[in-house]
């Protein structure tokens, strides 16, 4: 069993934001994300999730059952309509989003006693823990 996601972890580090950002919005709206202390909160029960992204700007959440597909509107994000996935691969919860961008997504997982984040798209990776 890999360790539990569950919790609110606040952002310690974060590391090419802006480029994984660059792949989905014009520069405006970065400025402003960039400086964001971000906040993840996660709930499990079984196979249920719910995570939620946190900030003094804007929030962001998604609910999901592992291995079923779902429809994700990034609202306030990058709004766009995505077909998403989430399955467990080893010890890390992986997310494939299939829309307009190419190779986009992002997966989770605990090592010690963080939680990392590596969010993806196009050719772009952020690492945030
Ligand atoms: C919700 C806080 C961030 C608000 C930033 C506002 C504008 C930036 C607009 C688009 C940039 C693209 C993505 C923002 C990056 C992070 C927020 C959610 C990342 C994500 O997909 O988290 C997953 C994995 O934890 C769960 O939704």
């Known amino acids: 069993m890999p360790a539990s996601l569950c919790g609110t972890w606040d952002m310690i ?14 520069v405006y709206l970065r400025k402003i994300a960039l400086r964001l202390k971000l906040r993840k909160v996660i709930e499990q029960q079984g196979d249920q999730y719910i995570i939620k992204t946190l900030s003094t700007f804007r929030n962001y959440a998604i609910s999901f059952k592992t291995g079923q597909v779902f429809e994700e509107f990034t609202k306030g994000l990058d709004n766009r309509h995505i077909k998403s996935t989430v399955t467990w691969q080893g010890n890390k919860l992986t997310c494939e989003q299939v829309g307009e961008k190419k190779n986009r997504g992002w ?12 969010l993806h798209c196009d050719g772009e990776v952020c690492k945030q823990v």
């Open 107 to 118: 997966a989770h997982w605990v090592e010690g006693d963080k939680l990392h984040l590596e």
């Open 13 to 26: 580090s974060n590391v090419n934001f802006d480029g994984y950002m660059s792949a989905l919005i014009s």
